[in-house]
């Protein structure tokens, strides 16, 4: 017998008795062949094992992969839902039979609980910016050098600088693709990249003055959708990014519509608050760069060049790109999970109410007869002059 025959024996003999009591608990698990304890506990509303709902659940077994179903097909449809949104699919369970509603962490332990649904709510979520270094700068620094020594003391980067782009994106769930670097020139040379080490899947290309542009930014996005689409969960991918020029070509949208990227622009003068790359791996990198290039100074390596800088480079990103990092950026930005108060808590605003005016007691001061000057002058000493007689007109009245 299967256990769902078993099931529907029980709840017959539970009818059944319910209907006629004079026929006893044990005579209507005799006639419909299920244990007796079993028709017992029911009868005392102890439900079966397989629904029992801990203390710390509200839903059954099946009402929440009720849940999970609905939350699976709504992201084949590129619709996944928010934590909010799974929680009033729980609170709509529970009002149809009047239970009270789901707490505020429910949804958060009902995604952990469910591990078919953390990556669908945060594998497709990106990121990506781009951030620039220079090149061959002298740069003034805090140093301990000897009491004799004069003038201000330096940290050696002698030479004409130049400048060097990297665009990076990163993912919610923890884990980057392969940057995308744009040097000054014209030509790749080996020489650049004799001694770095760099991985083959790292992608390289070369302006006139090391910056990007609508060209550039589209190369970009067909290497971001090379590096993920084979780890791509749901049909569409979420990229966050900012309002640079070269991330709003024509080019660059029609291929984002091809491909399901859908493009999330953040607010003007916001990335700083936003955008996890700015909010929290940025200044990482750049502080382990400045490590490695201090290294160098120490050698007595006057000049970083090209050659030098992709080992140091890379020695950083090695060091800072990691999951932690990662999704530490995402939740500093309160992005995810959804946090919007701790972005709201960070802008430096407010809000007063402004103090009424002090009236001042006792008699205005006596209207003294001037000459205007100007033409609205003429018009309020009028119109001011025939209320007053009006006025004294009807006081003699």
Known sequence: MTQKDYEARILLALHVYQNNPKLGLKRAAKTYKVGYGTLWRRHKGIQSRRDTITKSRRLSNVEEQIIVRFILDLDTRGFPPRLRGVEEMANQLLADRNAPPVGKRWASNFVKRHKELKT??????????????????IMAGMAVTGSERQGRPKSVQPGNWEWITVIQAINAEGWAIPPFIIAAGQYHLATWYRESNLP???????????????????EWLKHFDRSTSARSVGHYRLLILDGHESHHSLDFEKYCQANKVVTLCMPPHSSHLLQPLDVGYFSLLKKAYGQEIEHLIRCHVSHVSKAGFFPAFYAAFQAT?????????????????????????KLDVQLRTPTPAVEEDGPSSPWVSKTPKTVLEAQSQS????????????NDA
């Open 120 to 137: 669908r709510f945060f594998h497709d979520i990106w990121n990506f910016d781009e951030t620039g270094f220079m090149m061959g700068l």
């Open 200 to 218: 083959d899947d790292w992608a390289m290309a070369t302006s006139p003055n090391g910056w990007t542009d609508n060209e550039i930014g589209l």
């Open 321 to 345: 790109m990691t999951e932690k990092n990662i999704k530490a950026a995402f939740r500093g930005a309160g992005l995810v999970h959804l946090d919007p108060e701790s972005v709201v808590s």
């Open 383 to 394: 119109e001011y002059l025939d209320i007053r007689i009006r006025r004294h007109k009807s």
